[in-house]
T-cell receptor, first 112, second 114 residues
Framework: SAVISQKPSRDICQRGTSLTIQCQVD?????MFWYRQQPGQSLTLIAT?????????ESGFVIDKFPISRPNLTFSTLTVSNMSPEDSSIYLC?????????FGPGTRLTVL | GESVGLHLPTLSVQEGDNSIINCAYS??????FIWYKQESGKGPQFIID?????DKRQGQRVTVLLNKTVKHLSLQIAATQPGDSAVYFC?????????????FGKGTLLTVNP
């Protein structure tokens, strides 16, 4: 199995600012993903974080708003840029290890 | 389009009873399905999975059934315990190549009453 940690666990931010969320995996994983989860709702995939290249974004998500880095096989960051209250959500990262996806605990973001 | 949905948003059971959580999917090309359990304040945790060439798979106290004819997936939990209280999501993965992307269903909140 893989253990995934995220920083910060939660934050309260002002609109117009940006927040970078870090995701650390204790094993090398082939794929890493970023999801958004509104409270009480399901998970929506934002993008696939590709090691050494640009992330692959899902429909409705763009790089300017959610820039992603993945410098190696165990670490990734997601930045939520120019935040608005609509960005208030839980952001989760996951890693795929031998075909099974493990999830981090999530980062709860509130934008005022 | 592709979608994965659930019949019941909430389910309340008595401790010791069996629980059945249902899920409908629309992408007939999906070949891999997973059930996740999410407790409050935590990320989803893998419970059990099943591939499209199977119709049943059993784990410890859990069984997943897949009916490809009607595109239906269910999770059965035997002798439900208070620790089983959580939101349960089904997820579907597309077929072919290196497509590891998951599409999640809406989730069912399971409450186990002591």
């Amino acid at each position: 199995s893989a253990v995934i940690s995220q920083k910060p666990s939660r934050d309260i931010c002002q609109r117009g600012t940006s927040l970078t969320i870090q995701c650390q995996v204790d094993s090398q994983v082939t794929m890493m993903f970023w999801y958004r989860q509104q409270p009480g709702q399901s998970l929506t995939l934002i993008a696939t974080a590709n090691q050494g290249s640009e992330a692959t974004y899902e429909s409705g998500f763009v790089i300017d708003k959610f820039p992603i880095s993945r410098p190696n096989l165990t670490f990734s960051t997601l930045t939520v840029s120019n935040m608005s209250p609509e960005d208030s959500s839980i952001y989760l990262c996951s890693g795929d290890l031998i075909g099974e996806q493990f999830f981090g605990p999530g980062t709860r973001l509130t934008v005022l | 389009g592709e979608s994965v949905g659930l019949h019941l948003p909430t389910l309340s059971v008595q401790e010791g009873d069996n629980s059945i959580i249902n899920c409908a999917y629309s992408n007939s090309a999906s070949d891999y399905f997973i059930w996740y359990k999410q407790e409050s304040g935590k990320g989803p945790q893998f419970i059990i999975d099943i591939r499209s060439n199977m119709d049943k798979r059993q784990g410890q106290r859990v069984t997943v059934l897949l009916n490809k004819t009607v595109k239906h997936l269910s999770l059965q939990i035997a002798a439900t315990q208070p620790g089983d209280s959580a939101v349960y999501f089904c997820a579907e993965m597309g077929s072919g190549g290196s497509n590891y992307k998951l599409t999640f269903g809406k989730g069912t909140l399971l409450t186990v009453n002591p």
